[in-house]
């Protein structure tokens, strides 16, 4: 089955930049998707097909994707952004399944 | 603005069958443009999803839950529900429903709106 590792924690300063990595067998080749959860909510999308932002997600956020690494990053980091941060892909080959990573702990110091 | 509530019991002894119900409010579950997720995390660890459902009632499940799921869809009440047979403590988790959406082979497969989620135990 397909695995999609993330760092479990990342911590940054407010006002700086993010980037959470997510990493799978030749990602590159797959949509990914991030959501952002925060503690008793449940998990919000923040990025879908790699780059694009639902409606209502600041720009601050975006995405990218290639080779075996997506990154999730948020620029000018707030408070507010402290969160868990989760990949998300289709796994389209053997089992045709869901496949979230396990996970990132942001930090705003 | 689509709303999605999910309900059922909050206990269940080892071995029964967890059944929930999700309803969907501010849309319909016999949209042709989405899929119907469950989706899991037992406490303090990640996301696990569990399988979708399409209003024509044609269904996709996790490999690794596969032998013990059913989704199924009711369009006339506007909700889809899981059972998850042969319980144990591992099944112990929050479960989500959630719509899918998106496009080409991922299709259903971006949750765009979640439900808040229900606390299931499996406890004697």
């Known amino acids: 089955s397909y695995v999609l590792t993330q760092p479990p924690s990342v911590s940054v300063a407010p006002g700086k930049t993010a980037r959470i990595t997510c990493g799978g067998n030749?990602?590159?080749?797959?949509?990914v998707h991030w959501y952002q959860q925060k503690p008793g909510q449940a998990p919000v999308l923040v990025i879908y097909y790699d780059s694009d932002r639902p409606s209502g997600i600041p720009e601050r956020f975006s995405g990218s994707n290639s080779g075996n690494t997506a990154t999730l990053t948020i620029s000018r980091v707030e408070a507010g952004d402290e969160a868990d941060y989760y990949c998300?892909?289709?796994?389209?080959?053997?089992?045709?399944?869901?496949?979230f990573g396990g996970g990132t702990k942001l930090t705003v110091l | 603005q689509v709303q999605l509530q999910e309900s059922g019991p909050g206990l269940v002894k080892p071995s029964e069958t967890l059944s929930l119900t999700c309803t969907v409010s501010g849309g319909s579950v016999s949209s042709g443009s989405y899929y119907w997720s469950w989706i899991r995390q037992p406490p303090g660890k990640g996301l696990e999803w569990i399988g979708y459902?399409?209003?024509?009632?044609?269904?996709n499940y996790n490999p690794s839950l596969k032998s013990r799921v059913t989704i199924s869809v009711d369009t006339s009440k506007n909700q889809f529900s899981l059972k998850l047979s042969s319980v144990t403590a591992a099944d112990t988790a929050v479960y989500y429903c959630?719509?899918?959406?998106?496009?080409?082979?991922?299709?259903?497969?971006?949750?765009?709106?979640w439900g808040q989620g229900t606390l299931v135990t499996v406890s004697s």
């Open positions: 030749n990602i590159g080749s797959k949509s």
């Open positions: 998300q892909v289709w796994d389209s080959s053997s089992d045709h399944s869901v496949v």
């Open positions: 459902i399409y209003y024509s009632g044609s269904t």
């Open positions: 959630a719509r899918g959406t998106g496009w080409g082979a991922a299709a259903g497969t971006v949750f765009d709106y």
